[in-house]
């Protein structure tokens, strides 16, 4: 990997990512080590997308210090992306399901949801389709996030 071809925050970033992982005596830099560098960037795009997001990104950090640094990985995948008519309205819904293991591979936990986005159909136009699916993955993921921290939380309390 030559970081000289990556922009001054990315370059920033790695380092921290890799400073984290060194402090926490982890063999290796993870994608949660380069996640936490990215949140908690000085200026850094993550943190202004979060808060679009309607997320803290003191929080998201602090929670992916707590939970997502044991080495525990989550899979997502999107199991549906669908376009329906419903009454007066088109639906787009997508749903999401998280798999939870630990560094093994062991299954931890199983965590599903989605969310759907409706426009009326008369003010529907095909152009908006792409939009309107990027709206509704978008919803899912920051639901599915919420849902996830709020379930490791819980499993940390029993």
Excluded: W
Aim: proline residues 3%; aromatic residues 4%; glycine residues 6%.
């Amino acid at each position: 990997m030559n970081l000289n071809k990556f922009t001054e925050k990315a370059q920033e970033a790695v380092i921290t990512a890799q400073n984290i992982a060194t402090e926490l005596t982890h063999a290796e830099v993870t994608p949660e080590h380069l996640l936490v560098a990215l949140v908690e960037q000085t200026g850094g795009i993550v943190p202004s997308v979060l808060r679009k997001m309607m997320l803290d990104p003191a929080r998201v950090a602090a929670d992916a210090r707590k939970f997502g640094l044991d080495l525990r990985n989550v899979d997502v995948s999107c199991v549906s992306l669908e376009t329906r008519q419903s009454g007066g309205y088109i639906e787009i819904e997508a749903q999401l399901r998280l798999a939870i293991s630990d560094d093994r591979g062991k299954m931890l936990s199983f965590l599903s949801g989605g969310a759907k986005v409706q426009i009326p159909r008369k003010t529907y136009d095909a152009r908006y389709l792409p939009q309107l699916r990027k709206e509704a993955l978008e919803n899912a993921v920051r639901g599915s996030f919420v849902n996830l921290v709020d379930h490791l939380r819980r499993a940390e309390g029993s």
